[in-house]
């Protein structure tokens, strides 16, 4: 942090110092980083990576030059006084097949580090949100578990039976709690504030009308009440360990019924109804924190093509006279456009957005994939924030994975990958610095202020304001070819050309 802020005071001191010409040497006032797709979603990343330094751009330092009237390519105008949603972070998950090999072969210094090139903003990618797991999801391996479940795949929740006792000992048995306690010591270590906010993927079996996780039907209407106390006794038990949830999704992709993990499909009525019920009972039930939790909620957890499910249960609860208990509308990328997000808050502007899961894989868009240029879509469509899923794999893809997506093939390159082996070692893929090129600059409480979106055929563009004044631009050149282009943000101005399948970053004070 001491480093970032040394850095903004020499920009805003060379600022001062060029406050008084007139022949555009604002470019020197600008800092600019780019880095590079490499080989994105190749398998090798898993079997035999390459060596760090064989991706061309790896957070590479730029130099802007003077714009000109005739200077190559667009003009992106980007204008501060403009201004549009605030964010809450950028983050990743800590779901049991990453925390499983985060721990594999490693001690607790060992996975600091790791977790350092995580949330550090300065060494590392920044991030400030993590989503945790209420109960098992797809990407775990529940059968390591102490206790053991009954299911053969291991999947469990956290109340077996209406009789049992509520316990997070799964959790703890599987290194979810350390983990989480871990990555708070190092955000407080490296000044960072972290955000937690959880999931779940299915009720206690007993809870749902086919007494199964898996394809076990929905949500019993007699157990809304229920259900809310269990939501809550999660919140609780993980206050007591020193891990604060932010937020919960009520359902994981709450349209859709896997056939090989937990999931459930419940209508956006029931959602609202379950809602009010959570709402009321983190308010007015006393528990051992008190009547009230200040825990936010939010609603669909699913994708953009279901946003008038949302939109119609926001009118609802508004009609109800309690539009309050709702925070965010929460969304995955799995199925239609981020448009629909826009869509969603011309509907209801006061509610926030926000993107909860996906994975980002490269920057050219071809149609079958989402990429970090997909990323700047999001943003521009009122997403306060972004969280990838599946942060960290062994390189064996199912050593703790019992879903299905536990093979080449069907799971792309994460951010980090554990060596196979006795040993601690562990490594990036090339999409984390291109994430870098987001969270590092874009801190929680930036505004997102106007700019020029640009074209898939030139650059495409985002542009916010952090908390300090600093003016933040992101550009995507999803091309094969190098493009050139100009910025214009009135008292600065500069020219400079992106190189092929990159992402930049460029920085400077605001004036």
Partial sequence: MLRALAAFLALSLALMACANTDDGPSAALVVGTVSTAFHPSDAQWFTDPWEMNAIPHRWSPVEPTPRSEDAAGPVIRVDPAVRYQQM????????????????????????????RALIDPDEGLGLTVFRLTIGTSDFSDGTRARPQPTHPKGWYTLQDTPDAPFSIERDRSLGLIDAARLALEVAEETGTAIRFFASPWSPPPWMREGGAMVQGGPLKADMLDDYAAYLRAFVEAYHAE??????????????????????MVISWEMERDLLLAVYENFHNIDGDYGDVLDVRLWTLDHNFDLWEQARDQISALKAAGKADYLDATAFHHYVGEPEAMSNLHEAHPDKAIVFTEGSLWGVRTDGTQHTYQSLIRYLRNWAIGYTAWVTMTTQTLDEANQGPYNHIGALGPTLLIKNDGDNPDWYQTADYWLLGQFAKHIRPGAVRI??????????????FENPDGEIVLIVANATDAPQPFSVDAGSVSFATTLTPASIATYRWPAR
């Avoid at 979106?453 to 542009?463: H, K």
């Fill in 88 to 115: 809450l972070g950028i983050g990743t998950s800590l779901e049991h097949t990453t925390v499983y090999a985060l721990q594999k072969n490693t001690d607790a210094e060992q996975q600091k580090a790791i977790l």
């Fill in 450 to 463: 106007a700019s020029d979106y640009g074209t898939l055929d030139t650059v495409t563009t985002v542009a």
């Fill in 242 to 263: 020193g891990i604060p949830i932010y937020a919960i999704t009520l359902q994981n992709e709450r349209q859709y019924a896997p056939p090989d993990y937990p999931g």
